[in-house]
């Protein structure tokens, strides 16, 4: 259904002419998202920009009222198709001026904040005031702490520090009918109510529209020593992450990246990466200790060195740290100009399932002659097998799709599932019913259905 100009003028009426765009050259940049590679972009009917909360819920009302189909957007760069608009003329409602840090409290240890403020820059004004908000996507200097939350974002931090969800204290949430809904608190313990912040947490814009954030913070760790770990055998490297798991070390990063990965970020970066490697993992220990810090890093060099690495490099200072952390935050970029088109998985399995995962994934591709960069939060079980194709090459592209079913299959297989951070979207719903049953995709249309009883809000994403 075309969007009348009657309604138009309500919308503008709420945020101002300059924040509702309706032609179609501007929409067209809300019609995707970073999952583009086998995802099609849909152009919504129109885009609102809200600046405040009292807009944000006005926007929201207005469109439900009106039967439009609602996605909410941070900074689109998902990776699962999350934020491409739904079919039939739908509303965006973008969240890039909702971007105030409202309260950092050193005292109590915690943020509240709008949906649209930046990772790093929030991180960064954390840091400020002395205290460290760990979840570091590796799209943090672009994504939203609304889209972190939508999605529970993890990061390279993931292993020791947890993710997103493990630092939302509380929300505000606008539903259906534009009314605010509020759960949490600022206190460190809460059961007043449902703990719907963890309802919301990967909720993927399908149950309301998050208005506010209480975000916890801690004290920043004292000490820390960075590593990368050369193997010239890949399943030594998958060994020892398997090793320091069981060593019940746990670090605060244990990155994976394979060959390939590693010879497209050298190409891309020139960070003076040892491409002759087979396999790299790139590890930090930290802590309130510098005598617990070396310990640890020695604990792990030693796991290394007994699952046969071939050398060790340890960062001797901050620049060197960052470097060995750049680079590997260049792995999506890197292998993204290799080829037309990527295929990024994000299959998670049990941690110590890592070598038979890694394995899989080559053993799957390599029969299907598709070229394939594996990297990723290893230490989280985490992998982003990543196929680099072209989707204009139909009989490729068929091959493509067999391997990731097969990928899934595996993973599953290993007790895994699809993914780990980078939510199911539209990219891959298809598979939700293999990973659980009919039963729960049900009891989650249920409750669904109860929140959002026309199904507008970004209904064909997660479970369809
Ligand atoms: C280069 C690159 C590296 C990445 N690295 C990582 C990584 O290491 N770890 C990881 O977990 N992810 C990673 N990602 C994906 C990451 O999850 C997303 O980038 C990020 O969380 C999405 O934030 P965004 O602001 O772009 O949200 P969008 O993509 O715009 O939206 C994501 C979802 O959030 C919903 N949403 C947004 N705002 C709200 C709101 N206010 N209320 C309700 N719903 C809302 C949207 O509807 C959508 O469903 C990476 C992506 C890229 C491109």
Not at 21 to 50: F, H
Request: charged share 25%; glycine share 8%; with cysteine.
């Amino acid at each position: 259904m075309p969007i009348s100009q009657s309604l138009i003028n309500e919308f503008i009426k709420i945020a101002g002419r300059e924040n509702i765009l309706t032609e179609e050259a501007d929409l067209q940049s809300y019609s995707y998202d970073a999952a583009t590679a086998d995802l099609n972009p849909v152009i919504p009917a129109l885009v609102a920009a809200p600046a405040t909360k009292e807009q944000l819920g006005l926007c929201v009302k207005l469109a439900y009222e009106n039967g439009r189909p609602i996605t909410v957007r941070g900074s689109g760069t998902n990776l699962s198709g999350a934020s491409i608009p739904e079919p039939g003329d739908g509303v965006v409602i973008v969240t890039n001026r909702l971007n105030r840090i409202l309260e950092i409290n050193e005292t109590d240890m915690y943020a509240v904040v709008e949906p649209g403020v930046i990772t790093a820059q929030f991180a960064t004004a954390a840091a400020g005031r002395g205290l460290f908000y760990p979840p570091d996507p590796g799209s943090q200097s672009v994504s939203t702490l609304g889209g972190n939350v939508a999605l529970n974002a993890g990061g390279l931090r993931g292993l020791k520090y947890g993710v997103t969800k493990d630092y939302i204290m509380g929300m505000e949430i606008f539903d259906y009918r534009g009314e605010l809904v509020k759960t949490g608190s600022r206190t460190v313990k809460y059961v007043t109510g449902y703990n719907m912040a963890a309802l919301m947490s990967a909720s993927e814009g399908t149950l309301g529209v998050f208005a506010e954030i209480i975000i916890k913070l801690v004290p920043p760790p004292k000490a820390s020593k960075a590593m990368l770990v050369v193997f010239d055998d890949i399943n030594k490297a998958s060994e020892a992450v398997a090793g320091i798991i069981a060593a019940r070390i746990v670090p605060c990063t244990l990155e994976f990246l394979d060959k390939n990965t590693v010879k497209y970020i050298e190409a891309f970066t020139r960070a003076g990466l040892p491409v002759e490697a087979e396999a790299l993992l790139l590890i930090e220990v930290d802590g309130g200790h510098v005598q617990l810090v070396e310990e640890d890093a020695e604990q792990v060099a030693q796991v290394c060195r007994k699952c046969g690495c071939a050398n060790i490099r340890v960062a001797s200072n901050a620049e060197e740290k960052n470097k060995i952390w750049e680079a590997r935050r260049n792995a999506l970029p890197a292998l993204a100009q290799a080829r037309p088109t990527i295929i990024l998985e994000d299959a998670t399995v049990p941690r110590s399932k890592i070598p038979e995962m890694v394995a899989a994934v080559n053993s799957i591709t390599k029969k299907r002659n598709l070229e394939v960069g594996t990297f990723g939060h290893a230490g989280d079980g985490n992998l982003h097998p990543s196929i680099l194709c072209d989707r204009r090459n139909k009989e490729e592209f068929a091959r493509v799709e067999e391997a990731v079913d097969e990928i899934f299959d595996v993973a599953l297989k290993l007790q895994g599932t699809l993914s780990g951070e980078h939510g199911i979207g539209q990219a891959k719903a298809k598979w939700m019913e293999k990973e659980t049953n009919r039963a729960t995709i049900e009891f989650s249309q249920n409750l669904r259905r109860a929140l959002d009883p026309k199904m507008l809000f970004n209904s064909g994403k997660k479970f369809v």
